[in-house]
């Protein structure tokens, strides 16, 4: 059985509800052992204290605002390349939960800068960009909303997130790049970690649980969009005992 038969909005949708549960319990069973190993097992920091224990939730946020970006830049892509309707809701769909992801980094950091660097903000290159990030969800919402037909709707925000990923790379590389008061990344795949093993296992788990969380998020406001868009169809009216 070919997986482009899921290309259908009305296939595609029973399969979301099939992997939403699935997914958000996943969720929560990482989340409740990331942040078991992460707050109680990890070893104190000998610089930071307890302070560092919100990277738990900081690291983890960051990375999946970048992740979600390139994924929604890549759904609107191969709407807009092959004018796919499921592509384009899910990209819609993914914004969202970028955006929320994004906030989530800036606002942990800046809880994490005050008592490590001072203050809540510099206007730091990573700091910086990834405001710009934030910037990018919210156009890219907000650009979508304001255009009343759907399709032309899709395209424009599709060129809007095309043009924006230009600053992933940006955010990712600019502790190497400037001189910038980000510590450097803690995790390389070119390197070993520069932290414990407990620290690491407990980032990683909670990067997955949020990995899980925004799977699930996804495809149930993929469910919600596709209801949205598919309410004159048949299958959609009996589902919604409208017919």
Partial sequence: MSWTRYAAPQRFYPLAGKMIPWFAALALLLTAVGLYIGLLLAPTDHQQGES????????????????????????????LIFNTRLASML?????????????????????????????????????????????LYIGF????????????????????????????????????WWNTLHQGASVSLTKAPSMAATMLAGMLVMALAFWMYSIAAALA???????????NTRWARQLLGTA
């Fill in 91 to 135: 990209a819609v769909a993914l914004a969202p939960t970028g955006a929320w992801m994004t906030f989530l980094a800036l606002w942990t950091g800046a809880l994490w800068g005050k008592p490590t660097w001072g203050t809540w903000w510099v206007w730091d290159a990573r700091l910086t960009s990834e405001l710009i990030l934030l910037f």
């Fill in 52 to 79: 560092y224990r919100i990277i738990f939730v900081h690291v983890p946020a960051a990375w999946m605002s970048m992740v979600i970006y390139l994924a929604m830049a890549f759904w609107a892509a191969v709407g």
């Fill in 141 to 176: 919402m907000s650009l979508h909303a304001a255009i009343d037909d759907e399709r032309r709707a899709d395209r424009a925000a599709a060129v809007l997130a095309l043009v924006g990923v230009v600053n992933v790379p940006i955010i990712y590389f600019s502790v190497k």
């Fill in 221 to 231: 406001r993929t469910r919600v969009i596709i209801l949205e868009r598919e309410h």
